[in-house]
């Protein structure tokens, strides 16, 4: 097998739901780390040799180069069939049908919608350095909502443990990373949720100790950012 070379940053939601899964799966990886606050997958040098999307997560596979957090997990589940416990992307076709739907779906439905929550209320402040457009906000807030309640209600409810149904799976860990981001921008998915907040500590501890190391840098920027609001 070639060496596996991931490229990520941790402040990426798809990054950390790659990292999480290579640790939780025992791949082995030579660690990459891009600095996407510096802007150096901005330049034509990386767009040409590392990832013509100029965006993280991708991995290098020896000579295959792939990007998109969900080809990427596919791909390591089959090259790596023999270490992955059968429980993050499982091998039976209904069971692998059903995470499928979920990592098809998150993309406009739980990515999006969180993401540009993210981005409106925290990045844009942070570079222009004025407060968000409330209208705006006020909109981008409904959709998070929707999203929130889509997954409490189409994937959650009334007694489906995990997305996928009983068992943890990497649709678990790719949700989790999307809703973890919006804590930096002040907002609390689990707050009057008690099935996602459920939800979400089971995530947590089942894929502990990696999914701490994967949130470090995030929880130090948003422990940073409400001590400097005392
Ligand atoms: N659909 C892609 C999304 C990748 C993505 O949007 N990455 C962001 C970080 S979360 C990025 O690299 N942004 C840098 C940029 O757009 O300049 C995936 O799932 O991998």
Redesign the pocket.
Known sequence: MPVLKYYY?L?????RAIYIFLKLANIPFQSCPVA?RTGE??TEDFKSSMNR??????IHHGDFKL????A?VRYLAREYRDLVPDKWYPAESKAQARVDEYLAWQ?ANT?IPC?TYFFYKYIIPAMTKSPPDETELGKLESNLVTCLDQLEDLWLSPASKYIAGDSISVADIFAACELEQTRLASYDVTKNRPILKAWLERVREECNPAYSEAHAVLNKLVAKKSQSKL
């Open positions: 940053d402040l990426s939601q798809p990054s996407l997958h901005q999307f100029q965006k993280v997560p991708f990007a998109e957090s969900v990427i993309h990515r993401a």
